[in-house]
């Protein structure tokens, strides 16, 4: 009995592990009636797998059976792989099991569409169900919302879950359309809306009447494959930028494409996933979320791909030099957040400390910031005067010899000839 | 001058009543077990006062909002050599300034406090993700721990309101004390006993289950791994080594 639960648990975590959202925060669901578990507003990581990804929630698909045959995905009907599927009961007691020895923060219960939407939404359905209702479980539930589920299944699930999420996959029409010719983004964008517009409904009744219960405390995110179709990195924020905006989104995933199968549409087998480029289209999307960048300054039909040398942050301040030097000490806190080398925390240390008195280099750098890369574009009270104005191109010479890339093998330096 | 006190938070906050009393100038503080004489300075006893410590803490709470003394009190756990030096400083410089000096910054006693006190709280939200219980015969869910930093005082809320069905049992191995929740409340303990991380001996004291969601979760923590995406560094950054010796999918 307990081999074959094993052999489940590999197969179906294995199929799950391409989806990456793995968050637990944003939920401050409570402990009542002395039961397991309750929400952490931040989340907790509990582990790490060695290729650095967060384990905060028990990933698992209920089955990897499917009806669809969408060419990125591992499930896929045509896919020559060892099926399984757990029954309600085995989901709700790993989930219990390991959620008492503190291995997880939470469940991510995902699926293969088995007979049709409504028929593996209302399975997920029974799965949280019992857990919240049974067993009295408060920890973190992650559900996927199946595409074509019907309205009330999925209304009766955000009244039990924290997240729910439903995936893109590809960034354009198109690119979906090329590989998955079954879906198309309507799908998507049709639920997505609904369960947004359930989450403002709900939050209405309950600034009336206290008793109203949460519903999606957590909200929803989404996520785009990249790397298997040809979009640029403008067409893929684009898409990002107004998902977050339509359909107020916590988050937008972004998953290099992983090679896993010989389909002539995509990268062949063995090719290294886009890491780097993965890299950068999360820098840009944080640049979005907490520094007051707007889509269209970072990427525009001039700069329609990301810089893979140099992040988007300071590929921005090198486009636009007529805005630095900023003086640190009068400089807006919009302003400063713009500078390459400085985050969200010194910025607001800075911003701060400020009003006590000029602030200095030696503080600067004692708060925290980055001085050598930020040191080309601020100035303080004891900055030395500089006489040569330098061109972008040249700072960014300067801030590119004494970093190191953990992506560029090859070290892009000049050769001396002598 | 050089102020001698007992090690102690109390002790720590007569001190800061005391200089505001004589007023002596530059004060260096040494806890009596580190405290060796010297030539030059004159040395003064602090008798560790209750009544005066409160004073100082609660001049403290009027003067800073719960999160600074959040701070204060974490900086404290963190059992630095010089944090007591630190601490006492900062008062000083709190109780000599208007209100809202806690903000600055710039100021080297008001930076090191607070990233003294981040360092706790990452040690503490450390344990809330390391800490793997196992769940004893007698179903006490246990788990011993070592940690950097004093962090057990700041867990027991955490572990208390998750989990609240359960008996559990957290162990400082280095501070020899540890918690213990009986299903009611969390009581401090002390064990005479030998203990050990409880992780390869006394498997005869374990659950039967234990073995068997022990293992369930090391094939999980395999196959949610995507092996083409390798990353140690990045994996160790997350994970510190020392931390290894906590984590059921990492023996």
Same mark, same amino acid.
């Given at each position: 009995m307990s081999d074959r639960l094993r052999d489940k648990l590999n197969i179906l975590a294995d199929a799950a592990k391409y989806d990456v959202s793995c968050s637990s925060s944003g939920s401050n669901r409570k402990n009542t009636?002395? +039961?397991?578990?309750?929400?952490?507003?931040?989340?907790?990581?509990?582990? *790490?797998?060695?290729?650095?990804?967060?384990?905060?929630?028990?990933? =698992?698909?209920?089955?990897?059976?499917? =009806?669809?045959?969408?060419?990125?995905?591992?499930?896929?009907?045509?896919?020559?792989?060892?099926?399984?599927?757990?029954?309600?009961?085995?989901?709700?007691?790993?989930?219990?099991?390991?959620?008492?020895?503190?291995?997880?923060? +939470?469940?991510?219960?995902?699926?293969?569409?088995?007979?049709?939407?409504?028929?593996?939404?209302?399975?997920?359905?029974?799965?949280?169900?019992?857990?919240?209702?049974?067993?009295?479980?408060?920890? *973190?539930?992650?559900?996927?919302?199946?595409?074509?589920?019907?309205d009330e299944l999925i209304t009766e699930a955000g009244l039990y879950v924290d997240r729910m999420s439903i995936n893109l996959e590809m960034p354009t029409e198109t690119g979906l359309k090329l590989l998955a010719p079954e879906k198309s983004h309507q799908d998507v964008i049709k639920p997505l809306g609904?369960?947004?517009?359930?989450?403002?409904?709900?939050?209405?009744?309950?600034?009336?009447?206290?008793?109203?219960?949460?519903?999606?405390?957590?909200?929803?995110?989404?996520?785009?494959?990249?790397?298997?179709?040809?979009?640029?990195?403008?067409?893929?924020? *684009?898409?990002?930028?107004?998902?977050?905006?339509?359909?107020?989104?916590?988050?937008?995933?972004?998953?290099?494409?992983?090679? =896993?199968?010989?389909?002539?549409?995509?990268?062949?087998? +063995?090719?290294?996933?886009p890491l780097l480029r993965e890299n950068r289209l999360y820098q840009t999307d944080w640049l979005m979320r907490f520094y007051g960048f707007d889509v269209r300054e970072l990427l525009n039909d001039n700069n329609p791909h990301l810089d893979t040398d140099i992040d988007p942050k300071l590929s921005w301040a090198l486009r636009n030099m007529h805005h630095f030097p900023i003086d640190i000490n009068t400089a807006d806190y919009q302003m400063i957040l713009r500078v390459p080398g400085i985050g969200v925390g010194s910025a607001q240390k800075i911003v701060q400390a400020r009003k006590f008195g000029k602030l200095y280099i030696h503080q600067l750098k004692k708060i925290g910031i980055a001085y050598n890369r930020a040191k080309h574009f601020i100035t303080c009270t004891d900055s030395p005067y500089q006489l040569k104005d330098f061109q972008s191109h040249q700072i960014k010479g300067f801030i590119l010899a004494e970093s190191q890339s953990k992506y560029l093998k090859t070290p892009n330096e000049q050769l001396l000839l002598f | 001058m050089i102020y001698i006190f007992d090690g102690s938070l109390e002790g720590m906050l007569t001190s800061v009543f005391e200089w505001f009393e004589r007023k002596p100038g530059l004060t260096k503080l040494v806890a009596k077990e580190r405290y060796q004489p010297d030539a030059f300075s004159e040395s003064f006893e602090i008798l560790t006062d209750r009544t005066k410590a409160d004073r100082v803490w609660k001049g403290l709470t009027k003067r800073l909002d719960r999160d600074w003394m959040r701070k204060i009190y974490c900086a404290y756990l963190s059992e630095k050599h010089e944090v007591h030096q630190n601490i006492f400083d900062l008062c000083a410089y709190i109780f000599q300034n208007p209100a809202g000096a806690e903000k600055n910054y710039g100021n080297a006693q008001v930076l090191n406090i607070a990233q003294t006190a981040r360092k706790v709280e990452r040690e503490k939200h450390r344990m809330e993700a390391f800490i793997r219980f196992q769940k004893t015969a007698d179903h006490i869910f246990y788990c011993g721990i070592d940690p950097d930093f004093n962090v057990i005082p700041l867990l027991v809320n955490h572990f208390k309101n998750r989990y609240a069905d359960q008996q559990w049992m957290i162990y400082d191995i280095k501070r020899h004390y540890g918690i213990f929740y009986n299903l009611q409340t969390v009581d401090e303990i002390e064990m005479d006993i030998d203990v050990d991380l409880l992780k390869k001996s006394n498997q005869h004291m374990l659950d039967e289950q234990e073995v068997l969601y022990a293992d369930l979760w090391k094939n999980y923590f395999k196959s949610t791994n995507i092996a083409v995406r390798k990353n140690t560094k990045l994996h160790t950054q997350h994970v510190p080594k020392r931390y290894w010796k906590y984590l059921t999918e990492k023996l």
């Amino acid at each position: 009995m307990s081999d074959r639960l094993r052999d489940k648990l590999n197969i179906l975590a294995d199929a799950a592990k391409y989806d990456v959202s793995c968050s637990s925060s944003g939920s401050n669901r409570k402990n009542t009636n002395k +039961g397991l578990g309750n929400g952490h507003q931040s989340g907790i990581c509990h582990t *790490y797998t060695e290729d650095g990804r967060c384990v905060s929630l028990l990933k =698992i698909l209920l089955t990897n059976h499917c =009806i669809f045959d969408c060419a990125y995905c591992v499930s896929r009907r045509s896919n020559d792989i060892e099926r399984a599927a757990f029954t309600v009961d085995e989901v709700v007691e790993l989930t219990m099991n390991f959620y008492r020895r503190n291995y997880i923060e +939470g469940l991510f219960l995902s699926s293969g569409i088995f007979k049709n939407a409504d028929f593996t939404m209302e399975r997920l359905l029974r799965v949280v169900k019992k857990l919240r209702l049974e067993q009295n479980y408060n920890g *973190y539930i992650h559900l996927k919302t199946i595409p074509g589920a019907s309205d009330e299944l999925i209304t009766e699930a955000g009244l039990y879950v924290d997240r729910m999420s439903i995936n893109l996959e590809m960034p354009t029409e198109t690119g979906l359309k090329l590989l998955a010719p079954e879906k198309s983004h309507q799908d998507v964008i049709k639920p997505l809306g609904f369960v947004k517009n359930q989450i403002v409904q709900f939050k209405e009744e309950k600034k009336l009447i206290k008793s109203v219960p949460k519903f999606v405390p957590a909200g929803q995110s989404t996520q785009m494959v990249i790397g298997a179709t040809p979009e640029t990195d403008k067409e893929i924020m *684009y898409t990002a930028a107004n998902f977050y905006k339509s359909f107020s989104l916590k988050r937008v995933y972004y998953s290099g494409y992983i090679p =896993i199968s010989n389909d002539s549409r995509m990268p062949i087998l +063995g090719t290294q996933p886009p890491l780097l480029r993965e890299n950068r289209l999360y820098q840009t999307d944080w640049l979005m979320r907490f520094y007051g960048f707007d889509v269209r300054e970072l990427l525009n039909d001039n700069n329609p791909h990301l810089d893979t040398d140099i992040d988007p942050k300071l590929s921005w301040a090198l486009r636009n030099m007529h805005h630095f030097p900023i003086d640190i000490n009068t400089a807006d806190y919009q302003m400063i957040l713009r500078v390459p080398g400085i985050g969200v925390g010194s910025a607001q240390k800075i911003v701060q400390a400020r009003k006590f008195g000029k602030l200095y280099i030696h503080q600067l750098k004692k708060i925290g910031i980055a001085y050598n890369r930020a040191k080309h574009f601020i100035t303080c009270t004891d900055s030395p005067y500089q006489l040569k104005d330098f061109q972008s191109h040249q700072i960014k010479g300067f801030i590119l010899a004494e970093s190191q890339s953990k992506y560029l093998k090859t070290p892009n330096e000049q050769l001396l000839l002598f | 001058m050089i102020y001698i006190f007992d090690g102690s938070l109390e002790g720590m906050l007569t001190s800061v009543f005391e200089w505001f009393e004589r007023k002596p100038g530059l004060t260096k503080l040494v806890a009596k077990e580190r405290y060796q004489p010297d030539a030059f300075s004159e040395s003064f006893e602090i008798l560790t006062d209750r009544t005066k410590a409160d004073r100082v803490w609660k001049g403290l709470t009027k003067r800073l909002d719960r999160d600074w003394m959040r701070k204060i009190y974490c900086a404290y756990l963190s059992e630095k050599h010089e944090v007591h030096q630190n601490i006492f400083d900062l008062c000083a410089y709190i109780f000599q300034n208007p209100a809202g000096a806690e903000k600055n910054y710039g100021n080297a006693q008001v930076l090191n406090i607070a990233q003294t006190a981040r360092k706790v709280e990452r040690e503490k939200h450390r344990m809330e993700a390391f800490i793997r219980f196992q769940k004893t015969a007698d179903h006490i869910f246990y788990c011993g721990i070592d940690p950097d930093f004093n962090v057990i005082p700041l867990l027991v809320n955490h572990f208390k309101n998750r989990y609240a069905d359960q008996q559990w049992m957290i162990y400082d191995i280095k501070r020899h004390y540890g918690i213990f929740y009986n299903l009611q409340t969390v009581d401090e303990i002390e064990m005479d006993i030998d203990v050990d991380l409880l992780k390869k001996s006394n498997q005869h004291m374990l659950d039967e289950q234990e073995v068997l969601y022990a293992d369930l979760w090391k094939n999980y923590f395999k196959s949610t791994n995507i092996a083409v995406r390798k990353n140690t560094k990045l994996h160790t950054q997350h994970v510190p080594k020392r931390y290894w010796k906590y984590l059921t999918e990492k023996l």
